[in-house]
């Protein structure tokens, strides 16, 4: 059963249109991420968040927002979806005592055009 | 800064096969390493843990060892089967306020029957 959900699983996104990713975990972390995956990239750290209604900048936040109502739910916002925000994006949680070993959602395919 | 590096992009075997993907870091943190494995279709998961302490980490039948002197990280198998093909990405691990992993590019590894 799958602890880490993510909706929705593909989209299709216009060039300035606003795209929301949902991400819930029935993990009982405390610890959330959103993560983007390119090819020859790798993974990088979008936002995080470690409890909720507070949410922290990764390494590469510039034209996303995050959201964190409650534990078991951690947003993607794109005010203003680009043509370079076509990627995979993945959520991920951790408990704070192992916070390394993260718990990956299958990931949203988004496509800006 | 913080980083790592993963040469082998692609790495394209037959089962029973030896598998070996390197890794180096750089970090002025004391590291804790890590394998993450994605097969298609799936987000990432943990494979091995390793850290300055024990220096190896076996698991699946894979093993990973680290060398200091190097500051270098290596994944190795005996024999592969074709249910090992997937994405290995090493992953370094610091602590910064709990924003801790770092990921490389990832090394796909393909096995033919």
């Known amino acids: 059963e799958a602890a880490v959900t993510q909706s929705p699983r593909s989209k299709v996104a216009v060039t300035g249109g606003k795209v929301t990713l949902s991400c819930h975990q029935t993990?009982?972390?405390?610890?959330m991420y959103w993560y983007r995956q390119d090819t020859g990239h790798g993974l990088r750290l979008i936002h995080y968040?470690?409890?909720?209604?507070?949410?922290e900048k990764g390494d590469i936040p510039d034209g996303y927002k995050a959201s964190r109502p409650s534990q078991e739910n951690f947003s993607l916002i794109l005010e203003l979806a680009s043509l370079s925000q076509t990627a995979v994006y993945f959520c991920?949680?951790?408990?704070?005592?192992?916070?390394?070993?993260?718990?990956f959602g299958s990931g949203t395919r988004l496509t800006v055009l | 800064g913080d980083s790592v590096t993963q040469m082998q992009g692609q790495v394209t075997l037959s089962e029973d096969d030896f598998l070996f993907i390197n890794c180096t870091y750089s970090?002025?943190?004391?590291?804790?390493l890590f394998w993450y494995v994605q097969y298609p279709g799936e987000g990432p998961q943990l494979l091995l843990k390793v850290t300055t302490a024990n220096n190896k980490g076996i698991s699946r039948g894979f093993e990973a060892t680290y060398d200091k002197r190097t500051t270098s990280f290596h994944l190795q198998k005996a024999s592969v089967q074709e249910s090992d093909s997937a994405v290995y990405y090493c992953v370094l691990g610091i602590y910064q306020g709990g924003r801790a992993l770092i990921f490389g590019t990832g090394t796909t590894v393909s096995v033919s029957p």
């Open positions: 970090t002025t943190w004391y590291p804790t």
């Open positions: 968040s470690y409890v909720a209604d507070s949410t």
């Open positions: 993990n009982n972390h405390d610890y």
């Open positions: 991920a949680s951790s408990d704070t005592r192992d916070a390394e070993t993260l718990y």
